[in-house]
């Protein structure tokens, strides 16, 4: 037999595609030709598969292959399909029986001596082969674990490609995935941790209630880090559909835990200030990895120290807040990624960043405005809550008093709320309050009486408040009165959400 095809998965962004791999051997001067628009990696894979089967006590053919992969329009990246080249090409030099490999799956990066490596992605492949119509895949031993996330496949591993042509030829079984972990995650940074500033565990409250973004403004050691980082904590923990997500990208990115289960917390991503464009929003050349804003996909991107970033940085952000994704186009293609993630920012006042606060501050007005003028206009409005925070008293540090409420407690509020916000907006499937249409809050029955929203008419007459704010303090009035029990916001529902939004004082007394 001169001709073999075998499967394998190519993916475009967290999208995976079927792909055949075909070999045909010929008559000529030996030769192996890549074919289907391969990338540099795996135009490579010609010396790493042939070095690999010599390796593995095989015959190499010597004759002229040709590998073509097909869809030839799609293209192909990276190192995971040397498996299944291998496997072809054997299959069409007679090494290898094709028949336990029909309808298989292979995927795999190969060693020069044989061995089959892990790579990056094998979650989203394997689901792509499972909405395909394949039932069983066959993946390196070192992502075996991840690939049975998906139900209804069958998942078998291979250490080596001598084990793959031994199971072909019914000599050798194939290695069994091994089972999970039985150790629990460890608990993150408790809310319990922080010392004073209610309005800012408030806030935060609110955020995760609602899903809405937040700023922290306030001086060094007021505890703007401390409360982002505990925002994890009281968000509830992913479902099914979203863990499936958050998984998929940190596997396409191979940041994936050890134990490759499903990802159940809500992930937290904090890069540096000095990041770049590519690594906040994604990108590269040939391949695309995903970005720190979807690395945080159904969790939190935190940006410490906002004012240092580049300002051309920070403007990326604008359009995938509001459409919950990342859309990037190279001259090959486009590659999407899921970027539904709640935002905190955190900046100090000033340049001089005086813990005493505003009044020890010795910077010009004119310094103070240009500092803080990198975070734009456009920025901020599409951020719900402007929290000033003040310094934290030595008496909230050094009296005793009442441990503060941990984050147990908070999460239970949270998950009430959002309980409530999912029935009721069930019929237009989103999730949290922040993540429904303004339109929708503006008509029957959801729209609210003029008497309730004067505040806010009166703010975007002015010009105080933007078509967009309205609509994000109508959002924030909802998670209030979710919080509180309340089937629909109330007057002062409405004041505080504006109040939270305007980065005033409220008037709620918070204990």
Known sequence: MSYARVLCVG?????????????????????????????????????RVRAAVVNSGRDWPNRRITVNLLPAALPKHGSSFDLA???????????????????????????????????????????????????????????????????GVTVRAVDTLHRLVEFARGEAALLDPPAAPGTAE?????????????IGRYALEIAAAGGHHLALFGPPGSGKTMLAERLPSILPELDDDAALEVTALQSIAGVLPPDGGLIRRPPFQAPHHSSSLAALVGGGSGLIRPGALSLAHRGVLFLDEVPEMGRGTLQALR????????????????????????????????????PAGDHACQCT?????????????????????????????????????????????????????????????????WRVNAEVPGHRLRRPPWRLPSRDTAVLHDALEIGVLSARGFDRCLRLAWTIADLDGRDRPAVGDV????????????NRAVA
């Open 11 to 47: 993916l475009a962004g967290v999208a995976g595609h079927l792909v055949e791999v075909e070999a045909d051997l010929s008559t000529g001067l030996p030769a192996l030709a890549l074919t289907g628009l391969p990338d540099t990696a795996l135009n490579e894979a010609r010396d």
């Open 85 to 151: 080249i291998a496997a072809a090409v054997l299959a069409g030099a007679g090494e290898l029986p094709p028949a336990p490999l029909d309808r298989v799956v292979l995927l795999g990066e190969l060693g020069l001596d044989g061995t089959v490596r892990p790579v990056r992605g094998v979650l989203p492949m394997v689901a792509a082969a499972a909405r395909a119509g394949i039932t069983r895949v066959i993946v390196p031993a070192g992502n075996a674990r991840e690939a049975t996330v998906v139900p």
């Open 186 to 198: 460890p608990p993150g940074p408790d809310l319990a941790d922080v010392a004073g500033q209610e």
């Open 319 to 354: 359009q995938p807040l509001e459409s919950g994704r990342v859309v990037l186009s190279r001259a090959r293609g486009t590659t999407e990624y899921p970027a539904r993630a709640q935002l905190v920012v955190a900046a100090n006042p000033c340049p001089c960043a005086s």
């Open 365 to 429: 007005p004119l310094v103070r405005r240009r500092y803080l003028g990198k975070l734009s206009g456009p920025l901020l409005d599409r951020i719900d809550m402007k929290i000033h925070l003040l310094p934290v008293r030595a008496a909230q540090l050094t009296v005793a008093a009442e441990p503060a409420e941990p984050s147990t407690a908070v999460a239970a509020r949270v998950a009430r709320a959002r309980v409530a916000a999912a029935a009721r907006w069930a019929t237009g499937g």
């Open 495 to 506: 004041c505080e959400a504006y109040q939270l939004r305007m980065g005033e004082p409220t």
